[in-house]
């Protein structure tokens, strides 16, 4: 007999239907559902779950009413194509037709090509260095590389050393490698309430279960810390100090010194996003600079250069440095010297300098038309962050929001895409600043959602 798809209410604290529907958007989310996929029918999936038929269909209209299914009438209910869905993070090759795009982090368009020929053709230049760079290499990366690398992270706070240097394929190759490297099937691993989907997917993948702390406009809330670390032991924590995706909190140097305060204690590593930390001036130290035994940083040159070459780093204490190359070794072998040289070119001739200034100039500008635009709405937002996160007036709540954004043509991302476990998520999206391919086509897609924050649901007409 086929298994029907069932979620999992074992852990839900709400009412059963909430519970199912939230069901089916980590289910949409992770794959597990597709694009036009037959859902259950409301007795089978009852009989499944041992919950009434009222129940399923309550679920199914709340699911509905978010966006995520469409029913057919004599046929049942189906998944909605997943980029319709609230959840969407896959990249297309092509921009989605007709739609702005404000619901990822990309990051700036700019014309690279010249910059890029000339560059390779330096290193053709010399044929027994690239003929190296096609060969194979250590996993941690080559010395020459990691030093490049420690010298472009330098700050006056900070100065990383080559062996603490490990190079991976782009941030989130890094963060996979960390947690590898840190934690074993089973272990708990503590978040941010919200965080970076990409940890989600992680964790999920590594059998790694998530528990999550309170955050405040500082990001993880040191006490929340230490209650949760009481009650489930964590092997690590993953957080983002620095302009945090999606909040755009960024902690104080206090703070910073708290959080690690609270897991000295308990004795839990830290795993620190730092993606966007080229981004922006004036940042307090990296924990992995205030605590090198205790935090490893992951960070990635794809924000601040081009995600393409897909170039990253881990940097954390010298005598992890084997545990950390063994986790690449094991995911990737090592990461491609030709495109780590092609970055290191650019640190070199000050090329990577030169991105990164005009990289922050036109996130300036433009989160400056972000903030204009929606002047007299709640909006968090940190200089040289990519996004900006906009609490909803009421009575709007995320998911209907980010359905009512798409009916106008522009795609947002709803607080729910970045919830850890199933905590209750606030009624506020992320508005990426840096997708939209210019200027002015930002400004056209904030003033399209304009109408929607004045009015409420219901009021604007669709146009899509
Ligand atoms: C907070 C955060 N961490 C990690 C990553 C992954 O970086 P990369 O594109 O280098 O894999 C991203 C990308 O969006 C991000 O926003």
Redesign the pocket.
Known sequence: MDTIWTPSLANWQGAKYQGIAEGIADAVRCGDLVADQKLPTHRALAEALGVTTGTVTRAYAEAERRGLVYAVIGSGTFVRGSEASSHEWRFTETQPEGLIELHL?RPLKSDRAELFARSMRSLAAHPAQINQLLDYQPDIGVTAHRQLICEWLARESWQPMNDQVVISN??????LVALMALTRAGDTVVAEELT?P?FNAVARQLRLEVRSAAMDREGIVPESLDLVCRQVSPRALFC?PSLQ?PTTATMSLQRREAVLAVCRRHGVIVIE?E??IGLADGLPPPLAALAPEQAVL?G????SLA?GV?V?YLVGSSSLQNRLGAAVRASCWMVSPVMVALVCEWIRDGSARQLLLAQREEISARLEIALDRLQGFRVSSHPGGLHLWLHLPEPWRADEFVVAAREQGVLVQAAASFSVGRAAVPHAVRISVSAASTRAQLAQGLDLLLPLLHEGPGAVPALF
């Open positions: 982090n782009g941030g989130q190759h890094a963060l970076y990409g983002t995706n996003d993606v966007s992951v990635s040159f794809s924000k995600a897909r990253g």
